[in-house]
DNA sequence: TATAGAATTGACGTAAACGTAAAAGGCGCA
DNA sequence: TGCGCCTTTTACGTTTACGTCAATTCTATA
């Protein structure tokens, strides 16, 4: 719908401008050209993802996302969508930023990463374990809150009919 | 156990301090003596209540507590053990300081507090809302964690023994 | 070329409920 | 009378994940 909008700056029109708008040199400081170039700027990223231009900026500040630059604008590959599909998915099911972190930290392509699956593991256990007694929190939290509910209607229905319930 | 320690201290010496070191005048500015008197110090209520002393005054800055005074050191009476019993009732069923604040200025021990209880009722029933949607929210959280910690699984198991499972 | 729309960095603000010194006064007890 | 414990006030610090200007620059489009 509202895509279409920028449709016409998306693909082509980035990758030209990276070529015209070129550092005198013709691909030095830009590490890949990623063949299949899927770059997009802080703007697209954001819509895609459903989160703000600060939320991007701040993760790059915290070391969670590591975009290109063109200049001084930003340029997200798609290894950054993924990072950034993986910070989301980390906030969804509890994790800190800091967490988030120090488990992508241990990424490394040409390995097994074996210690990182064990550590996201790890943390993953005591998340949810987290998760589960802050579940627990929640249903004492309803029951009780249900039970005072009951209780404040009851001194309303007395108070509006005093006359019959009180004998009982 | 602990609480022999200062069981010498406490019920009629405080009592005793309080009139001996009277303020000249006999009874004015206590405004009562409660003839049950339960008067407690700040220690002896952050004990019985499970909370520190700092949350005590806290409370009592925020306007939530108002313990009466010997001199400098706070006292406070069964009615401020009530109305801790209910900030604590609060704010496990998670309402802010300022919601159970606004419930409580609402007392008036001369009406029928119908207004209080219709209020509570209102935020309660908004509360009761909030929490049943993070228990959703953590259902959720529930679910997609542990989905992913299958996927993690996984993958270690594939890079432990890679020879059998790879095939199937 | 004028103007609006992106983008940049920097820096302070927010929310909630206290924690944590710091410096000082009072009290009972041995 | 000295020690130790309790209490008081004041006030800045903590945590997390951004929000909200502000001032500026770049770029594309009409």
Redesign the pocket.
């Given at each position: 719908m509202v895509q279409d909008r920028d449709a016409?700056?998306r693909g082509k029109p980035v990758t030209m401008?990276l070529i015209s708008?070129g550092e005198t040199a013709a691909n030095t400081n830009n590490v890949s050209v990623e063949a299949g170039e899927d770059l997009a700027?802080?703007?697209?990223m954001a819509k895609k993802y459903g989160v703000?231009?600060?939320?991007l900026?701040?993760y790059e500040d915290k070391g969670l996302l590591n975009p290109q630059r063109d200049?001084?604008?930003?340029l997200y590959t798609r290894r950054d969508k993924a990072r950034l599909k993986l910070i989301l998915l980390g906030?969804k099911v509890g994790f800190?930023?800091?967490d988030v972190k120090q488990m992508m930290d241990l990424y490394d392509p040409t390995g097994s990463n074996t210690k990182q699956l064990r550590l996201a593991l790890d943390k993953s256990e005591k998340q949810l374990a987290r998760l589960q007694k802050q579940r627990a929190l929640i249903d004492d939290a309803i029951n009780e809150l249900s039970g005072s509910m009951s209780a404040v209607r009851q001194m309303l229905a007395e108070r509006t009919a005093p006359q019959a319930s009180v004998a009982s």
């Open positions: 016409t700056r401008k708008a700027r802080i703007g697209e703000t231009l600060r939320t900026r701040f200049g001084s604008t930003r906030r800190s930023l800091r």
